[in-house]
Each structure stands twice: as C-alpha cells, then as structure tokens.
C-alpha cells in the first residue's frame, strides 16, 4: 500500500513539474529605419524576454497593445494568421474576420475563432488553449455564452463580372440550416431555421 501511494506521489510530482506556466507578455514593434520591423516579446516588467527573427513574422495582427498568453501574426512562409506563444510555437491559425483583408479575430468572453486547414471553425480560450476543436462551417463569436453556427453553407459571391477575382473576391454566407452552441461547443440546436430567427431567439448582439 505504501509502495501505491509512492508512486502515485511520484507521477503527480513528475506531472506538475513538466507543466510549464504559461507566461503572459506582449509584443512591441521597434522601427529600424528601414521597411523592416523589429518585435520584441516584453514581459509584464517590461524586461524584452526575446526578439523575433524578422524572416519569419512578415507582421504582427494587433487588436490592442494589452499583455496576453499568445499574440497574432502573419507568417513570412505561408498564408494566414497564427497564434504563438512565449516560446514561438504555432498554437493555432486565427480565424479573418474579412475577405482579402488580414483582420483576425478578437478574444469574445473570453474565446477566439480559429480555423484547421479545411476552413472549419473551433474555438481557443485566452490562454491559447483549444477549447472548441474546428468542426463548424460557420460559426460567430460567443455572445452571452451562445454562438450561432451555420450547416450546409455556400458562398454568395457580391458582383457577377468578371472584374473582382482573386482573394478580394467578396461574398456572404447562406447556409441551409443554422443553430447554436453553448460556452462548450455542444449543439443546443439546429435546423431550418434563418439566422435572424436564431439570433433572436437567443438574443445574440454583434460587439
């Protein structure tokens, strides 16, 4: 029995010893006279903890200059925006809240939207830990703990010509069916319903 308890004292030490706190920071933009740009991770004593390699951060995507536990960039070598965190790990791609314009999303209660590589919608709390894995074809940010989710979608581009191609193509989204979810990602409902029926039902607001 003692030998039980022994072990279990020793995994749970072995655990919590190899879990690293997450550690808030921020980023801050030095200019070098040049059109390159220098970021600098400055923790919350204002100490510069490291600076990034500017081959790799082709920009930063600010929505405020307030510390966090991941900040967004756009990537030198591939498309989109990515979150890292204080060691530079990709945690995940940020959703883009407009077409052919970089504008990431935004922490909503406490919840961002990102995306996988098929474009499905999940969720990441504020410490950039995935909370909601992707799995929606649409979904808005969380307002009073409900996002409305769409299925059966399809893009509805803007203009008929030829003369918007490309990435700057824009459109809207109809889908088929539409529903909601709660703070844990769980269907509270969905069917043949419009949007605007869902957000009144539960009294959603755009922020």
């Given amino acids: 029995m003692k030998a039980i308890g022994t072990i279990i004292f020793l995994s749970l030490f072995l655990t919590s010893f190899g879990q690293k706190e997450a ?3 921020k980023v801050e933009v030095r200019e070098t006279g ?6 600098e991770l400055v923790d919350t004593n204002g100490e510069v903890i490291k600076t ?11 929505n405020n200059q307030d510390y966090g536990y991941f900040a967004v960039f756009i990537m030198a070598d591939t498309q989109g925006m990515f979150a890292i ?4 790990n990709i945690l995940f791609e940020v959703f883009n809240q407009e077409v052919g314009v970089p504008y990431p999303d935004e922490l909503m209660e406490g919840k961002i939207r990102i995306v996988d590589n098929d474009d499905r919608v999940g969720f990441a709390n504020e ?3 995935v909370v909601i894995e992707p799995q929606f074809e649409v979904a808005t940010s969380f307002n009073k703990g409900k ?9 509805i581009p803007w203009h008929n010509d030829d003369d918007e191609k490309g990435d700057c193509t824009h459109y809207s989204i109809e889908c088929k069916e539409y529903g909601y979810i709660d703070s844990k990602g769980d269907i509270k409902k969905i069917g043949q319903y419009t949007f605007d029926q869902i957000q009144e039902e539960i009294e959603w607001e755009i922020k």
């Fill in 34 to 39: 040049t059109w390159k740009m220098i970021f």
């Fill in 147 to 155: 996002a409305i989710i769409g299925r059966e979608c399809r893009k």
């Fill in 85 to 88: 965190d204080v060691d530079e």
């Fill in 127 to 129: 410490f950039g830990q």
């Fill in 52 to 62: 990034l390699d500017t081959s790799r951060y082709a920009s930063i995507q600010l």
């Fill in 23 to 25: 550690v808030p920071f």
